[in-house]
């Protein structure tokens, strides 16, 4: 066992991960949630809510890059993003990467969330709160969307804590949620959702992709080894036009370099590997 | 946490995987190392080697598959295979699927494990130990090779302990023993190990990595998340002629449908995206 | 460290105990719990119901001893005696080395888990099942008691699990519980019951303790630490007649040598110091 | 549920205590050993070191108490006392609290410890640290006693790290340096030390009583469980001349009121008691 001072989070229902903490540099309850910011001894600085870890300096841009990358290759030309949690910043962050955006919402439903962030985790939103294109909205994300002009973005990108996480989320991983996603997209948009872990939850990840699969005509799934988390993190994508598998490696590179993109993790290699790697639903299939 | 009986892990110097057990089937001391048969609750019959899961039946198809093909799929005709530990017999049953071979020769230094991967493990051989094609040799690997004919092998598959997980693997991850492979092999054969975790040991990993480089002219590597090690467990393919990397998709489905591969996990995508997804060396980088 | 495999309890809210296990004998549920018999690493075979370990080869003497001897030293002269749980039959076990016992009733809801007891745990009972003078009688403790005779028995033991750990002993701990109790008690009874733990569970304990002050005139508390709770156990005597603080050293021992009353861990000393050591409730006083 | 921040310590060899934390408060290493302030959820402000809880807010008098007064209270005077180790100030406040000390040298090797002590828990020395009595002497308390007067102390009070929490202390449980304790004591002096668990460690323990027997002619032996260490406390007394088993209750009592003792825990029937009880040596007795 590590001893001394740990955060202990859990993996799945009967599995938990424990890793050793250097530094407690906030420990509170927001409005909506319990929230820690840690300096952990592997890991680096990490944000910690309601217990599982959401991301950490060491592997933050495995998470951000696969969530947002993938979805935005794969439209032409991405203007207006919006973005549900994600509270940290780097996902707004990495939308801004591409240069084709002109407009970045960000809804987070935790204000006191968003200036710890900036406050302590500068190296995850790195300026992005800045940037003339950001926009930060501290609202609830379904309100959010219901009271948004249809046809609108371009690309929706949903950062939540995990769908079995909490009852804080529950509601933004509904059908009725994405198609109201859907109704907010211009005809050739893209979504694309974290969704927990398919291994360990089966159930909830199934009912995840049927809701999808519920809305958008083109549905692609893909998962990524994420340490922090202790499992592989998976991510769906709806389109209603693009389908992010036609891009060839080479198309992909194409895009890449067009857009001048300056990624740690997610290459046009990966980015092609990543949508075909198979993702495995449930432990015992 | 998890309350009740459960299997506590090891993942990192920091970081700890606790599972919960329904049943512990068996528990002994081998005179190499300590064993546990276990049922765990989410990912069913399991084998523990010094307190690390060495595989489960929920996912050990995803470590063996990953470990097993890509470097088969590279050769074009692996006729004599020689594999290093895999007591449970799982690599064996992975390499026999290759209808091209003749000849697999496993070599564990632990004959009491076999005993017990074929009293309490059949789900992992599958029936492996009784092809006509297997020969069991409960020996030293280090020795076995050490003696065994010069340029004999086409394929060489190492299966042990994780580099870092005690004193009994060390040496047969070393170069002097990757030399040794080398010279077992035909001039184009091709070798792979498994290689424990880059992201958590960077060290021990590039240690590793380097051995494999400083004897094999092509040198490959992957990873793939394998949910009971807590961790994604990296692979490193060293090749004296046939690399992985110039195989398209079609060319592995071609050698896919020539051998009637049957898998689970690793399809002819499955195989060139794994190839592809970049490996994050160390938690700090 | 405690790496493999372990039994993981609850000692608080906030606190978990956690101990390597050897062996899993039995993991199973019966109709009304979760039950394992385990051999732990440092504290032989133990029983665990519900993720609670409730006895260990290692220090079950401690805690029956102290749950059983200062309230049946106390009485002149305990002929008929009620145990209500106590499934091991440790308790029973101790209550028959009383010579003036004539009839000890041990009540347990868990008719299987006795049946395990008999076969897994000859340490704990070692023959009291067969004592001529006990009767094991399956049933609901509240139920059988409702049912007893008026001014029946001389001594009450309640052996349960901790008055938080389940909701199956809850209305055991009541005080319309202790009026019956008292009801089949004759009018110089006395009566004991563990009460899990007072320093993590001051609100629980105090509700306890009042439910037995508001039936019984004499009311005494003490505690010892059971290693493998990871706390000191509390008891509480609740009496009609006969007060434990009222017997000298001396006067311990003449019961003792008059009894032949061999113990591993209570002593007339040891009896005597129980009652007067100080009881801590709660962690903030 | 125990998730997110917690302390993990050691308990014995093979059992470990968990139990959350709510802010860490400091976390670094001394020249001698890793230092956290921390405020656990159920026991408050707390001192880890090495990844041992050395005491609570919640629990420390229940050590300190027991540590200090039942030697003190043996002796009929003691005017001149020694400790050796306890940073904290608290075993400082606890001698002070007898008016016939008048003077209170408290040696511990980590002036640093020292000061974090006086920066943030002044719960544990309550400004022991500014009686004009006491006397904090920064250095190794072996080489301080190697230097110091003979007979010149009337008590001394050892209060270290578990005998087999580390090597800084091992030196402090030896024969050798209790002959020197014994040296630097007045004919009548009497000494006590915190011992580790006898319960999980008897080897060491036995050899720690050894030691204490080998140079003193009376030697008495207690424990108190003490929450936050997930045991209970061994001490032992060694002593010249006055035993604290020929004290009554009364006796006691009397001290008590001479002294105008203020206490949490110990009273004399506590103190009385305490002596008392079974110390049991050894998870396999």
């Not at 997209?185 to 992709?209: E, H, R």
């Amino acid at each position: 066992m590590v001893y001394g001072p740990a955060i202990i989070e859990p993996v799945s229902e009967h599995s938990d991960f424990i890793t050793r903490m250097k530094r407690l540099i906030l420990s509170t309850r927001t409005r909506f949630q319990e929230v820690q910011i840690v300096e952990l001894a592997e890991l680096g600085r990490a944000l910690v809510l309601d217990g599982f870890i959401q991301s950490t300096e060491a592997d933050e841009h495995i998470y951000h890059e696969s969530l947002v990358h993938p979805a935005l290759l794969t439209h032409p030309s991405p203007e207006r993003v919006l973005i549900i949690g994600g509270g940290e910043g780097a996902t707004l962050r990495e939308v801004l990467k591409h240069p084709t955006v002109k407009e970045a919402v960000m809804v987070d439903i935790d204000g006191e969330l968003v200036e710890f962030a900036k406050k302590y985790l500068d190296f995850m939103h790195q300026g992005a709160f800045d940037d003339p294109r950001a926009r930060v909205v501290i609202a609830d994300g379904k309100e959010y969307v219901a009271r948004a002009e249809s046809g609108y973005f371009d690309a929706v990108v949903i950062d939540l804590i995990d769908p079995y996480a909490g009852e804080l989320a529950k509601d933004l991983y509904s059908d009725a949620f994405y198609a109201e996603i859907k109704r907010v997209m211009k005809p050739d948009g893209i979504m694309v959702t974290q969704a927990g872990n398919s291994f360990f939850y089966p159930k909830v990840y199934t009912w995840v992709l049927n809701n999808v699969k519920a809305v958008f005509p083109i549905v692609r799934e893909y998962w990524n080894w994420v340490p922090s988390f202790g499992y592989a993190c998976n991510f769906i994508i709806g389109s209603l036009k693009h389908d992010p598998l036609t891009l060839s490696t080479d198309a992909l590179r194409e895009v890449f370099q067009a857009r001048g993109l300056k990624t740690r993790y997610i290459t046009p290699e990966a980015a092609h590997a990543l949508l075909r790697l198979p993702v495995v639903v449930g432990s015992r299939t």
